[in-house]
């Protein structure tokens, strides 16, 4: 039982390439969530996703896509990576029961944009 | 701008102390507030939540929240090298069960 899973890891890019981080959960549970985490701003909400086949835009939005493939999946894409776009991604899921209101986080993509 | 206000510290503090974070947030209508705690390059875990005023206690950790002055703080007892972390705030506002976070307070404890 993995819970969150994300990949990659760690991806460097150059400014204007295109990339897909990967989320994986095996919880079973609607709600998928993408965030940012930079240096003394916190966590920030980028998109995500009530069920299958839904998604919504956050706080920061521009400059990324999303998919929800299916349950399990919740994708996010950076079409034309820029500097500024250089953090640290968590994927989370939110609980259900008992755990509704928690989110259960992945262990991040942590990504340099040169 | 709804907004969870943290002091990014960093809050130093003996083994053995207590260690006090405190969390503001701006939406009267808040309903559900919550503490997780990161270690530095890892990712963040639940480890309180509290939706009524006053304390909850768990282990070394007490929530306490007063609705009326919009604040809710974390309390670690006989506090613990271990608990060196980054401890994040987060709020449901009202009507949505999305949490805002905080921007976070480094905790040190040192022996």
């Known amino acids: 039982n993995a819970g969150v899973t994300q990949t990659p890891k760690f991806q460097v890019l150059k400014t204007g390439q295109s990339m897909t981080l990967q989320c994986a959960q095996d919880?079973?549970?609607?709600?998928m969530y993408w965030y940012r985490q930079d240096p003394g701003m916190g966590l920030r909400l980028i998109y995500y996703s009530a069920s299958e086949g839904t998604t919504d835009k956050g706080e920061v939005p521009n400059g990324y896509n999303v998919s929800r493939l299916n349950k399990r999946e919740f994708s996010l894409r950076l079409e034309s990576a820029a500097p500024s776009q250089t953090s640290v991604y968590f994927c989370a899921v939110r609980g259900a029961g008992g755990t509704y209101n928690e989110q259960f986080f992945g262990p991040g993509t942590r990504l340099t944009v040169l | 701008q709804k907004e969870v206000e943290q002091n990014s510290g960093p809050l130093s503090v003996p083994e053995g102390a207590i260690a006090s974070l405190n969390c503001t947030y701006s939406d009267r209508g808040s309903q559900s507030f919550f503490w997780y705690r990161q270690y530095s390059g890892k990712s963040p875990e639940l480890i309180m939540f509290i939706y009524s005023n006053g304390d909850k206690e768990d282990g070394r950790f007490t929530a306490q929240l007063n609705k009326a002055s919009q604040y809710v703080s974390l309390l670690i007892r006989d506090s613990q090298p271990s608990d060196s972390a980054t401890y994040l705030c987060a709020v449901n506002m009202e009507g949505s069960y999305i949490p805002t976070f905080g921007r976070g307070t480094s905790l040190i404890v040192h022996p």
């Open positions: 919880m079973n549970h609607n709600s």
